[in-house]
Structure formats: C-alpha cells, structure tokens
C-alpha cells in the first residue's frame, strides 16, 4: 500500500439514533439513506481521504442486535480488508459496548481501525451530538503514523470526545452526551482542538499477521446478579437451565457472595458438570480478587473462574464466542485466563 496516497475508509451505518433525520414537516424521526449524507454533513467532502458506504438494510435499533449480525459485520471487514485502511461502524448506543467487545474477539489478528460511533441526537437535529462524532470518528480511522502505520489498530468507540477501547467499555448514560466510560482503562484519545493518543495505552499487533476471522458464536450463556436475599430455588433453576453452558455472575465488591452453604454446595455441583462460571464484580471499576475474602474464597473452591476487572459485556461476548468453536469447558476456562485484545488487566492475574 503507498504512503503517499489518500487514505481510504469503510463507513458502515448499521443504525441507531445516529442515522434518524428529523422530517421537518411531520417532526417523526426517519432512518437516513447513506445517499444523502453527503448532503447532511457536507464536512465529509473535506476530509482528505476516500469514504465508502455500506448500509444495513433495514438498519437497526441496537437492541435488535444479534451474533449473526456481528458475523456479518465481520464478513463486511473481511472483505474489504485490504481495500480499505480503517473502518468506522455507525451503530444505535444501547448495545455498541457488545458489539465492539464481540468484534475485538472475531477479528483475530486485526492491525486496522475500527472506530464504532453513534450519537445521542439524530444527526439532523439541531444540537446533534452525531456530526462531531462521525467526523472524528472519520478521522480516527484514517490516522496514520509518518511510516504510514495506523494509529489505532484495534476496536474501539469514540463518543464525545473521548476514543475508548471498545472491549472495556461499558453505557453508563442514557440521558448525557457522554455515553460511555471505560471504568478500569485510560482512555485512548481525547478529541479538543488537536486529536491527543495516548500511545502506550493503545494495542501493538504485529501486522506481518493476517487478519483471522471468526464467526461462530453460542448463546447458551446468562448474566446472573446476585443481590442480598436471592433464594435457593430462584439459583437452582437457573443453573439448571436446559443447554445452559456458561454463566457471568455478577457478585458483590472484589468478587464476593453470600456464604450459604446451598450456594456453594449448588455452584459446585454446577462447575464439577461443566458450567463455566466467571465472577464478574457489580462495582464498575476494580477488580476481582477471590482470594481476598472469605466470601469470595468460597467461590474459589466451587470452581468459579475470575473476570478479574472485565466488562460484563466483554465476558459475555468472550464467553459465547470460545463457546461458539466449540471448547471444551475446561479449555474455556483457560482461555477467559487468556487475554485476547487487552480485555482486562494482565498484571492482576
Ligand atoms: N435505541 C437506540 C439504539 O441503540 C439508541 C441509540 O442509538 O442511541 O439503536
């Protein structure tokens, strides 16, 4: 590829708010066709680089998203890997914390941007917080260092401001234009008047490697929360779920549960028949530490694996995909131990 020429760039608009334009006469909110986006942010004809389109048909509400329409996202980047040298999804805010967690684990390999955005405003109304977030987010995916190597070859969401890996993000605002927060890691980038990367905190792929997709996904995984009073049957039943393989259990503080005796006893009998349980903390930001408490040791010994500071999102994800290719439970539970895309904090395993 010549480091000379234009940078080129993939714009995919999956959905969203994003992507509604206010009809001026009836005030409804309506998906926008990409034909017409020239014309709704006509900053894009300045940018120096190729922009292509890719549009989902029908776009989509996030929280319709689903692991085939990540595997078509995947399939979308795959294809025009080397065409392109980044690649920006537009994508509804209530789910993009999934998606970008999901597409750092299916895209194995990558050493390109790919930059997920979407906004809380319709990019056609007044105060939309869509435009500057489009077009950084443009930018962001074009960026390159002067040996024409990306700046940011990894996934992640940019939002107000702030560019964020997208395996440890989480929505924690449905109201501000600050949607999103990455609890447990620095953010990569702050968008003011110059874009500033914090270059030591953003992943180095070895880009001799090619790109390595995967597709395969197996939703036979819950989200449980635990809470001070949970009963023996409302457990019993969810860990008995027929085909039920995986569970992200969400406890208390640095990874803690009560110490009731069924507790452990029925987490025990769950983990030794295979079930994967991965501990996740309730608190956003920390990490868990079962070997801190005697409430969470308990744990330990039931054979619940820690999440140590992951994402509920990015376990979940990381879950259904080993799943998806079909490991044994004992290999998965080595690899949640495995960090693929900087997922959580390796220094406190
Ligand atoms: N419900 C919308 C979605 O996630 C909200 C948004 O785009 O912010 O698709």
């Not at 690649?87 to 597409?103: E, N």
């Not at 608190?283 to 500071?309: F, K, N, P, Q, W």
Request: aromatic letters at 8%.
């Amino acid at each position: 590829m010549q480091e000379d020429r234009k940078p080129a760039v993939l714009l995919i608009y999956t959905g969203g708010t994003i992507g509604m334009i206010e009809n001026p006469e009836t005030g409804a909110l309506e998906s926008f066709n990409f034909e017409h986006l020239m014309n709704h942010v006509p900053e894009l004809k300045r940018f120096n680089c190729h922009i292509a389109t890719y549009q989902f048909t029908p776009p989509i509400d996030s929280s319709d998203m689903e692991p085939s329409l990540w595997a078509k996202l995947v399939h979308i980047i795959n294809d025009n890997y080397e065409r392109f040298d980044g690649f920006v999804i537009l994508h509804g805010t209530d789910t993009m914390a999934y998606t970008a967690s999901a597409l750092s684990f299916m895209l194995e390999n990558l050493s390109k941007p790919v930059v997920l955005t979407g906004s809380q405003l319709p990019i056609g109304a007044l105060r939309t917080d869509g435009k500057e977030n489009l077009i950084t987010a443009i930018e962001i995916a074009a960026a390159k260092h002067p040996d024409g190597s990306p700046v940011v070859p990894e996934v992640t969401i940019f939002f107000e401001n702030c560019l964020l890996r997208g395996n440890r993000t989480t929505k924690s605002n449905a109201e501000g234009f600050k949607a999103f927060n990455t609890f447990n890691y620095p953010v990569l980038a702050h968008a003011g008047i110059h874009i500033n990367y914090a270059y030591d905190h953003i992943l180095k792929p070895d880009p001799s490697r090619p790109l390595k997709p995967h597709f395969l996904f197996d939703t036979n995984v819950i989200i449980l929360s635990l809470f001070p009073g949970i009963q023996e049957a409302i457990i019993d039943s969810v860990l008995h779920v027929p085909g039920l393989k995986a569970i992200v259990m969400r406890t208390f503080g640095s990874g803690n549960a009560p110490q009731k005796e069924w507790l452990v006893k029925k987490l025990k009998e769950a983990t030794d028949r295979g079930l994967v349980i991965v501990n996740i903390s309730q608190c956003l930001s920390g990490s868990v530490e079962m070997g801190r408490y005697e409430t969470g040791i308990h744990l330990l010994e039931a054979g619940v694996i820690s999440g140590y500071d992951s994402t509920v999102e990015s376990a979940v994800t990381k879950l259904m995909f080993l799943l998806g290719h079909g490991l044994s439970p004992e290999e998965v539970r080595k690899q949640m131990n495995r960090c693929f895309a900087g997922e959580f904090t390796e220094s406190i395993r």
